[in-house]
């Protein structure tokens, strides 16, 4: 699967040390500059646990290397209408700089998919830059594609608006 001693885990975001893996890899995304290139505020540092807790549909699953933490997929169920069935959304998705290029990212896809698969769901999605050759290329390794119901209209475009 890798080609270093890595465990993938479900995270408890009860368990201290999921909890500090979890802030860490967030804020090293964001650190990053396809996360923003910016830290995490203080305050997201001090929260951001407590309130995953506090959401049902949230789940986290953790990539370690040895003791270290390697990457982290953060999710989020949802649900399709279309099909009346619960979705896998990728919020996060991050691999230490150190770990990059060494099936981590793999090996977190497919623990996503095997959650995915038992929650039901008939899909995974997520969203990636434009910019960002090489997580496309992965998350097309895995089967993604980009999304789209008909040729003539293009595709879909992903939008926000902040409040």
């Known amino acids: ?3 270093l001693a890595t465990q993938i885990v479900d995270a408890d975001f009860g368990d ?16 990053d500059p396809m996360g923003g290139g910016e830290p995490l505020a203080e305050s997201v540092q001090k929260n ?3 309130e995953l807790r506090r959401r049902s549909a949230v789940r986290a699953i953790l990539a370690f290397a040895g003791e270290e933490p390697a990457g982290l997929a953060l999710c989020m169920e949802g649900f399709s209408t279309f099909a009346c069935k619960p979705l896998l959304n990728v919020h996060d998705f991050v691999v230490i700089g150190k770990y990059r290029g060494r099936g981590v990212a793999k090996a977190l896809m497919a623990r996503v998919e ?3 698969r038992r929650l039901g769901c008939c899909k995974i999605t997520l969203e990636v830059l434009e910019g960002n050759i090489v997580a496309q290329a992965l998350y097309r390794s895995c089967g993604f594609a980009g999304y789209k ?8 475009m992903f939008w926000q608006r902040w409040l």
């Open 1 to 3: 699967m890798t080609d």
């Open 16 to 31: 201290p040390r999921h909890a500090r893996a979890v802030v860490d890899l967030l804020n090293s995304y964001a650190c």
């Open 48 to 50: 951001l646990v407590a």
């Open 114 to 116: 095997q959650l995915a």
């Open 149 to 156: 119901l008909d040729p003539n209209l293009g595709k879909a």
